[in-house]
């Protein structure tokens, strides 16, 4: 079944210990992305990736990483997670490197940062 | 930097009723537009797009939505809503120039039965 698979599903962690949420998509799919989704903010971008070793931020990097080493997958890290990091985060993918093709989007992770 | 509006956060509407959701986007170039749905408990889906073309687009479930260049909008209609349309729906954009999205704040739509 083609699927984009995020892990965890929630998470809840203190101030300051680096994780990782991981991304994963089975399609083959040149262009990977991160969003964070808060309340009346609808989502964010926070970094984006056309292919292997190729990323970019988006609207909201700041306090996040992300890496590109292969093709599948597209982790997340924080490496010193502040409470304003506490949302909803989802990963997505398409098939084109522009990602203007319809956007595959995993089904979340919910972060608590206290 | 670009910016999507949807001006309708909250929309209850009956059984039968018609539906148009607002979404209005501030870039000036050419633009790729997009409405998704968020289902509870589901993650984003494509509802439709409009990329070029006839301006009147038509997606899954008896939507449609109507690209008006001149007033930068992509607003969202259906004219008879179910039960099962209660969900979430997001406008989004995103420039020919860049790869990035842009995406509204969202318009939860709660459908009585």
């Known amino acids: 079944e083609a699927q984009v698979t995020q892990n965890p599903r929630y998470l809840i962690t203190v101030t300051g210990k680096k994780l990782t949420v991981t991304c994963s998509q089975n399609m083959n799919h040149e262009y990977m992305s991160w969003y964070r989704q808060d309340p009346g903010l609808g989502l964010r971008q926070i970094y984006y990736?056309?292919?292997?070793?190729?990323?970019d931020k988006g609207d909201v990097p700041e306090g996040y990483k992300v890496s590109r080493k292969e093709k599948r997958n597209f982790p997340l890290i924080l490496e010193s997670p502040s409470p304003n990091q506490t949302s909803l985060y989802f990963c997505?993918?398409?098939?084109?490197?522009?990602?203007?093709?319809?956007?595959?989007f995993g089904s979340g992770t919910q972060l608590s940062v206290l | 930097a670009q910016s999507v509006s949807q001006h309708n956060h909250h929309v209850i509407l009956s059984e039968a009723a018609s539906l148009e959701l607002g979404c209005n986007y501030s870039?000036?170039?050419?633009?790729?537009l997009f409405w998704y749905v968020q289902y509870p408990g589901q993650h984003l889906q494509l509802l439709l797009k409009y990329f070029s073309g006839d301006p009147l687009v038509k997606g899954i479930k008896g939507f449609e939505a109507e690209f008006i260049k001149s007033k930068f909008s992509f607003n969202l209609r259906k004219p008879s809503v179910q039960w099962s349309d209660t969900a979430e729906y997001f406008c989004?954009?995103?420039?020919?120039?860049?790869?990035?999205?842009?995406f509204g704040s969202g318009t939860k739509l709660n459908v009585k039965p």
């Open positions: 989004a954009v995103n420039a020919r120039n860049f790869n990035k999205f842009y």
């Open positions: 997505a993918s398409s098939k084109d490197r522009q990602g203007v093709e319809k956007l595959f």
């Open positions: 990736s056309m292919n292997v070793e190729v990323t």
């Open positions: 870039y000036g170039g050419t633009v790729n």
